[in-house]
């Protein structure tokens, strides 16, 4: 991104000197087109700003909706990119505005609700920790906030793929697929306190094959299905008072955008929730596991 780095602090100091942005507006400001400057010089390959088309825009907008992001969080991602191109017009570093007739989401219909940080904890506060099915439930819903994984995953999780000594889950995904996923303190602990206090009290004692080294277990010894997991996730946003429709993919959605809307790399957050490169769809987008683990550590809520 740090071609264009010079033409983006001149932008950012304009919106705060010129037009009196607030410094939470400036912060996010800077944050969207970070992510959208290096998207653009690192993905597609453009280092000339005149060179950048309504189709490379498009591309970084269906990366941010794959990802989950809000319908509000897109249209301010379009207003940024917008205003930023104005602006090159204007400096003339450009002349034209491809973001010039790019319009913004509708209101859907039916999309996703994401959780704010808040409303995940209040859910997080509601299983007893006293007894052994709010331990093993408390594990099961800071796990899927703290690493974005499927219902499908989560239900699929085997106790020999949690590497807690470098603080990573190893999740198999679509198409048989592994990606080590960075899990989170908060998250081990209270994976770490299940495995040792609540998960031998589920485990069927006669048949213990039952379980099939399967990491959720239900009260016969078996693993969870994906609709327990729901109900799970549902009884304990009742409980919490959330008025939202919440189901377990809301955590994955939520998980995705805090961490963008924080300020994550694009490409770590891609890599964390086992999506492959729109641009590059024939291989994965490999990032360094050190580098998982410091943007999921500085950027997710309860990490």
């Known amino acids: 991104m740090k071609v264009f780095e010079s033409e983006l602090r001149r932008y950012l100091q304009f919106i705060k000197l010129e037009k009196g942005l607030a410094e939470n507006s400036v912060n996010s400001y800077e944050n969207d087109l ?5 998207f653009i010089s690192e993905e597609i390959r453009v280092n000339d700003l005149s060179g ?3 189709t490379h825009i498009e591309q970084y ?24 191109h104005e602006f090159l017009i204007v400096e003339g ?10 319009e913004l989401p509708k209101k859907a219909k039916k999309l996703p609700e994401i959780l704010d940080p808040e409303e995940v904890g209040r859910i997080l506060d509601a299983p007893d920790r006293e007894k052994n099915a709010g331990i093993r439930d408390a594990a099961i819903i800071e796990c ?19 590497f807690f000594e470098i603080g990573f889950i190893r999740v198999i995904g679509k198409g048989n697929k592994e990606r080590l996923v960075p899990v989170g303190e908060i998250a081990q602990q209270s994976i770490e306190h ?8 589920f485990l069927n004692q006669d048949n213990p094959e039952k379980a ?18 729901w109900n799970i996730v549902n009884r304990y946003a009742d409980e919490a008072g959330i008025k939202k ?11 995705a955008t805090h961490l963008l809307e924080g300020g994550a790399d694009l490409r770590a957050v891609q890599e964390m929730l086992g999506h492959v490169s729109i641009i590059t769809t024939e291989i994965y987008t490999h990032v360094d596991r050190s580098l998982l683990h410091q943007v999921h550590k500085q950027f997710h809520p309860r990490a």
């Open 212 to 229: 099939k080294n399967k990491l959720f277990l239900n009260q016969r010894g078996g693993p969870l299905t994906r609709m327990s997991i």
């Open 245 to 255: 429709n919440v189901y377990p993919h809301i955590f994955r959605h939520s998980f």
């Open 93 to 102: 570093f450009s002349e034209a505005n491809p973001a010039e007739l790019m």
């Open 61 to 84: 907008l269906d990366v941010l909706t794959e990802l989950g992001l809000t319908v509000s969080s897109i249209a301010r991602n379009i207003s940024s990119i917008r205003s930023f």
């Open 194 to 201: 299940y495995l040792e206090v609540a998960r031998p009290h």
């Open 34 to 38: 970070n992510r959208y400057l290096k």
């Open 144 to 162: 899927l906030y703290a690493t974005g994984m499927r219902v499908s995953e989560l239900v699929d999780l085997q106790t020999d793929r949690l």
């Open 52 to 54: 950048i088309t309504l």
